[in-house]
């Protein structure tokens, strides 16, 4: 019996060989059974993040994803949107993001509290006041290595940050230079723009929570704290709270 089987084992077994030796199902499995020997967990660490400038850095001209050079927007990167866009300034002629003051920061002028849920399960950001939901849009969590769940609040924020990580020999290294629109909630993992890809609604970073950019934006001027005119970075502080952020 055993000698009948044993040609089919053996294809089997080099098969599932063939199979290994490919990269992309190499890494699922290497990451599966934490044996990859990738360390990042975050997008950055947090010396990285307080000692970001948030400046756009003129100097890079190139962006790597995945092990794999990307189309780097360096010019639409370095646009700094308008009004209340520039995630630092008021203006009351907002009215989708509730005008007059109090709009940034951690309530409304209602006085109700801005919070953001972030969902796992369905990929999605949720931005609310009170509980009324303001945004909604898909986003890209942690594959490679978990977003933390849990109460966090948003402890700094930089307009943009360099992130480098990953691993060459698994296609997952990753260097790119001025990322958008970063609200750090849990040490270094963040909320942030991704100019790197396209595929929001399924899971693609190393546990940072990867936004599209014009959503970016929007939620990074609304949330607290609120960037200082003419700064780029900002910590949060009892005179300068951070927003609430329930990831899930």
């Not at 044993?6 to 992309?24: D, K, N």
């Not at 942690?142 to 943009?160: E, L, Q, S, V």
Request: charged share 20%.
């Amino acid at each position: 019996m055993l000698h009948r089987l044993l040609p089919f084992l053996v294809l089997l077994i080099l098969i599932s060989f063939g199979l290994f030796q490919i990269t992309p199902v190499k890494r699922e499995i290497v990451y599966k059974l934490g044996i990859s020997g990738d360390t990042t967990t975050s997008c950055c660490n947090e010396s990285e993040v307080i000692s970001s400038t948030g400046e756009f850095d003129e100097n890079a001209s190139l962006a790597i994803f995945n092990g794999e050079v990307i189309n780097y927007p360096k010019t639409s990167l370095a646009y700094e949107p308008s009004s209340h866009l520039r995630g630092g300034v008021e203006n009351p002629s907002d009215s989708h993001l509730g005008g007059g003051p109090g709009v940034l920061g951690t309530t409304n002028a209602a006085g109700e509290e801005k919070w953001i849920e972030v969902s796992l399960a369905e990929q999605k950001v949720r931005a609310w006041e009170g509980n009324r939901q303001i945004m909604e849009f898909p986003v890209s969590s942690g594959k490679w290595a978990p977003t933390p769940t849990g109460d966090f609040r948003i402890w700094y924020k930089t307009k943009r940050q360099s992130m480098i990580g990953g691993r060459k020999e698994w296609g997952t290294y990753y260097n790119l230079p001025n990322v958008p629109h970063n609200m750090f909630f849990y040490k270094g993992y963040a909320l942030h723009g991704a100019y790197w890809h396209n595929n929001f609604g399924n899971p693609m970073s190393h546990g940072c929570v990867n936004e599209p950019l014009a959503n970016a934006a929007e939620i990074f001027a609304w949330a607290g704290p609120v960037i200082p005119e003419g700064q780029n970075v900002v910590r949060a502080s009892p005179e300068k709270p951070g927003t609430r952020v329930f990831v899930h």
